[in-house]
């Protein structure tokens, strides 16, 4: 549903704070200033956590003021960077706001230490879960985000890390739909099952698609298992409890195909979405000699489509 709020002047949001705040997220200013109504706001935001500066980069759209937001689902998307890649490379490479701005969704990027994320087995010692936990709750409370709308997405190391918060933090997470990443990482037993969909393309060399031994090196460095995109979405119709040993739905095109398990628990569903002509890079922009899909497929968009389809009331 597109919602357009009423022209104004002038808007009142709560002031960015340009350096830390208390780990314990007790010191937030409650300074107002006059903003004029020039389109979206574009920032980048920190406070302390485990003694170090954390930052990120918000989006926010020009109608979803704290307002708006209280009357108003306002939905966040969360996405993360890949290994190496930068706050602002992430956003210009993945281009969301073009497709949920209409939907007065908050957009966050944040900022892994050098770079990179925690996700288990790689690649930082930061605890990461709990940073994106108490960024996710800061944000709620500042920008009134509908807390049954906090979606994850991201690129490679991004990716990985957005199934370890679903799988970590699935209390909170509603859905997830990230790009040219899958897991390996156990299931908590206190897991609740919450939507998956993996984009990958099929010639990727960095992250290879298929079950291979040379995938389960690149992911554990071990010959042991056959990690890799189709073996991920089996790992996540296992982990929601998906009926039928096979996906109930397969799509197949040209240019890519869809397999999906439907009428998993709590309402769920597990999807690979295979780019036939992508390599690591899906999207439509290209990043660091690093092409984007040729086919002309946008990823972002299949992944907003599929995330927007979910409340966490629902699941």
């Known amino acids: 549903m597109r919602i357009i709020a009423p022209m104004m002047i002038l808007v009142m949001m709560t002031s960015t704070l340009a350096g830390c705040i208390n780990d314990d997220n007790s010191e937030i200013s409650d300074t107002l200033v006059e903003v004029p109504f020039t389109g979206a706001v574009d920032e980048r935001e920190c406070f302390d ?5 954390r930052c990120w980069l918000i989006h926010i759209p020009e109608t979803a003021t704290y307002g708006f937001c209280e009357d108003n689902s306002c939905p966040l998307l969360m996405d993360i960077h890949g290994l190496g890649v930068t706050v602002g490379d992430q956003s210009n490479l993945s281009d969301y706001s073009r497709i949920t701005d209409q939907d007065n969704v908050i957009i966050i990027h944040p900022e892994g230490v050098d770079n990179g994320w925690n996700f288990g087995w790689c690649c930082t010692e930061e605890d990461d879960i709990g940073f994106l936990m108490k960024l996710i709750d800061r944000v709620i409370e ?4 509908d807390e049954n709308r906090i979606y994850l997405t991201g690129w490679s190391n991004g990716c990985y890390m957005s199934q ?5 933090a699935s209390e909170i ?13 156990p299931i908590p037993s206190d897991y609740s099952p919450v939507p998956i969909m993996e984009i990958h ?10 079950s291979s031994l040379t995938a389960s090196i690149q992911v554990v460095e071990t010959l042991e298992g056959d990690e890799g995109a189709i073996q991920n979405m089996y790992h996540w119709a296992d982990a929601n409890n998906c009926p039928g040993l096979v996906p109930d739905i397969e799509t197949v095109n040209w240019d890519h195909s869809i397999k999906k398990f439907t009428n998993c628990a709590n309402n769920t569903e597990v999807v690979l979405f295979t780019m036939n002509y992508a390599q690591h890079n899906p999207y439509l922009n290209d990043y660091d000699g690093a092409e984007g899909n040729p086919t002309g497929i946008d990823a972002s968009q ?13 699941i």
């Open 201 to 210: 393309g099929l010639i990727d060399p960095l992250l290879l698609y298929g």
């Open 302 to 314: 299949i992944a907003w489509n599929f995330l927007k389809d979910f409340i966490k009331e629902d």
């Open 173 to 185: 997470i509603t859905a997830v739909a990230c790009m040219a990443g899958y897991t390996d990482e």
């Open 164 to 168: 370890e918060m679903a799988s970590l």
């Open 49 to 53: 956590f485990d003694s170090k500066e």
């Open 142 to 145: 500042e920008r009134n985000i």
